[in-house]
């Protein structure tokens, strides 16, 4: 994946809370294109490996069941600088230091539960990509 490609998931509180087709209107209406996208749930097993480098930290028992609780919807994004771009949409991890019109300002519960995930670099956004969509046709 060549920079113009980011990974993002709607979480279990945003699908839980109907929020969905907001923040999908918030992502089309930044100007990303949905190249792959699928309603899904993690096994804990897997919400275990994908946040696997946070296995250290206090918070992953927590972040692994949460994650693995409900439906998500994943996809893959597709715009000019689109790692950056998508992380400064969504907003700081914890919400009340998200900025006002940010998905996570908007949609956000809390620092745990907060309503959708961002890529941090092009490296990963082609590794998360690939842990859900490998082998699916991108359009
Ligand atoms: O998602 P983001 O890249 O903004 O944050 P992160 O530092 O990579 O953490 C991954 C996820 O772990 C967050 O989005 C939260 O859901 C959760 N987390 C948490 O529950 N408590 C924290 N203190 C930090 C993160
Ligand atoms: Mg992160």
């Not at 709607?10 to 294109?33: M, Q, S, T, Y």
Request: proline residues 3%; aromatic residues 8%; hydrophobic residues 45%.
């Amino acid at each position: 994946m060549s920079g113009n490609r980011t990974f993002t998931m709607i979480k279990p509180d945003g699908v839980a809370a109907g929020n969905i087709g907001a923040i999908l209107h918030k992502i089309n209406e930044a100007g990303f294109r949905i190249v792959a996208m699928k309603l899904t749930k993690l096994s804990e097993e897997k919400a275990g490996a994908f946040y696997e480098v946070h296995k250290a930290r206090s918070f992953y028992g927590e972040l692994v069941s949460f994650m693995s609780s409900g439906p998500i919807v994943a996809a893959i994004l597709e715009k000019e600088n689109a790692v950056a771009d998508f992380r400064e949409l969504i907003g700081a991890t914890n919400p009340a230091e998200a900025k006002p019109g940010t998905i996570r300002a908007l949609y956000a519960k809390s620092i745990g539960e907060n309503a959708v995930h961002g890529s941090d670099s092009d490296e990963n956004a082609a590794i998360e990509a690939a842990f859900h969509f490998a082998g699916t046709e991108l359009f």
